[in-house]
C-alpha cells in the first residue's frame, strides 16, 4: 500500500484504487439507530429506511448491518438487496462485529466516505484512523444516544432525528 505523506501540514493518505471514487462504507449498529433490541421489526426497518435516507446511501456503496441475532433473524431479509449483514450477540457485538468490517488502511483504500450508523464511543479509534488517512468520516447516531467522547472531533456528526415511520413515510 503506498502512503502519501504532505510534508507541508503532515497529512498521511493512502493511494485510492480508482474504484472508490464516491463510494462510501456504510457500518450500521441497527439496535443504537432504532432504541434498542426490544424495538419492533417495523421499528427496526424504519430506523433502516431514515438512515439510508440521512446517510446519503447511493449505488455502488457498500453497506454493513450488524445486530444481535434475534433481531437480525426478524430483519435481515426485509432489508434491501445487497446489504452485508452480521448476527453479533453480547455486550457490544453488533460494535464488534462492524469493527472487524476492515482496517483503516483498506478502507481508506476502497472508499472515500466512511458513515458510522451508531452513536457508540467505541468506534472513535477507527474514525480518527480512518480521518487520519484521507477519509470523510460522518458519524450518524439514533434517537438522541451518542457518547459524549464523538463530539468536537472533526466528524461530520448527524443524528437520525424521526423515523419515517413517525412522520407518516411508508417503509
Known amino acids: 500500500m503506498n502512503r502519501i505523506i504532505d510534508l507541508t501540514t503532515g497529512t498521511v493518505t493512502v493511494e485510492r484504487s480508482p474504484d472508490a471514487r464516491g463510494r462510501t462504507l456504510h457500518l450500521v449498529d441497527i439496535e443504537n439507530l432504532s ?27 457498500h453497506v454493513v448491518v450488524a445486530a444481535c441475532g434475534l433481531v437480525m433473524d ?46 457508540d464511543g467505541g468506534f472513535l479509534g477507527l474514525a480518527h484512523a480512518a480521518q487520519a488517512l484521507g477519509v470523510h468520516v460522518v458519524m450518524l447516531s439514533g434517537r438522541g444516544r451518542r457518547s ?21 413515510l411508508i417503509v
Open 35 to 61: 432504541g434498542g433490541p426490544r424495538r419492533t421489526p417495523d421499528e427496526h426497518l424504519a430506523a433502516y429506511r431514515t438512515y439510508e435516507r440521512r446517510a446519503e446511501v447511493r449505488p455502488g456503496d
Open 74 to 119: 426478524a430483519l435481515a431479509f426485509r432489508l434491501p438487496p445487497g446489504i452485508s449483514v452480521r448476527k453479533a450477540n453480547g455486550v457490544d457485538g453488533a460494535d464488534r462485529a462492524l469493527l472487524s468490517v476492515d482496517t483503516p488502511e483498506r478502507i481508506a483504500q476502497r472508499y472515500e466516505r466512511l458513515v458510522i450508523g451508531s452513536g
Open 148 to 168: 459524549v467522547v464523538l463530539s468536537g472531533k472533526g466528524f461530520g456528526i448527524r443524528t437520525l432525528g424521526p423515523l419515517d415511520h413517525e412522520l407518516g
